[in-house]
């Protein structure tokens, strides 16, 4: 329950029976879990925040992350193989990926052979350098391969800081867009949370994940202080994802 009469309001707070829809908890195949014990811990400290649901995203990143349906599904199996029947019961996990724009991608996309969040789903992500330079068309490709496109963290993209208006152009084109709890602090720098408090302001959230790689991720979200306002307009984002991407 949320303790509007005291002085501060944690955002873990809001995250009783959430459904994550970002994380790198599969062990051993991206730049989060490093192996089983690490998964087992996450998911444990994880469980702690409230989280019932997991979509683990790892990365697909050409030259970086080569992961396949094969390597994510080997690295889920032998997640479920370590855990008791009891966990098993507590909570659900439906691996899924987050796509990096590149080439490989947009091969995947022609073949219609994405790991989804959810039905039509897909979580997406651009390099923090620039965006693709033919990013409308691959955002219009997916649509009309019949997919649903998800930007991964909106706000941790710096080319976008001073042009505020392009994120509603995303929008306009049928992006959804994720916001990263942690991007709620200034855990990944203070334009990337001023950027954040705008996109919440303007309505143009749709989803909230975790993006939890490691202890420390967790540890900060169990500690992070929202005001008032931005805790309601995180519950609404919050419900939504629930309602969205629920499996129970």
Known sequence: MLHFFSKKLFLKDLLEDFVDI?????PGIDDGAK??????????????????????TPHIMQG???????TIG?????????????QLKSITLNPAAEYMLDNHFESLLENRDLFTLKK?????EMSYLQAPLNLESIIFKIKT?????????????????????YYKRLKQLGCFFQ????????????????????????????????DIHNEKHIDKISNLIVNKKTSENLNEIIKNTNRTFSVI
Do not use: C, W
């Not at 089983?36 to 979509?55: A, N, V």
């Not at 080997?74 to 009891?86: E, F, I, Q, T, W």
């Not at 039509?120 to 997406?124: A, E, G, S, Y």
């Open 22 to 26: 970002h994380n790198h908890i599969l």
């Open 35 to 56: 192996n089983i014990k690490d998964s087992l811990s996450l998911i444990k400290k994880m469980k702690g925040l409230g989280i019932k649901q997991f979509i683990p």
């Open 64 to 70: 970086f992350y080569p992961n396949t349906d094969e």
């Open 74 to 86: 080997n690295a889920y199996h032998n997640l479920l193989g370590a855990l008791d029947s009891k």
């Open 120 to 124: 039509d789903f897909v979580l997406v």
């Open 145 to 165: 391969k019949g997919y649903l496109p998800v930007l991964a963290h909106p706000e941790r993209y710096s080319f976008y800081h001073n042009n505020l208006a």
């Open 179 to 210: 916001l990263n709890m942690l991007s709620l602090s200034d855990h990944y720098g203070k334009k990337v949370e001023k950027t954040a408090s705008y996109l919440m302001e303007e309505q143009l959230i749709d989803f909230v994940g975790t």
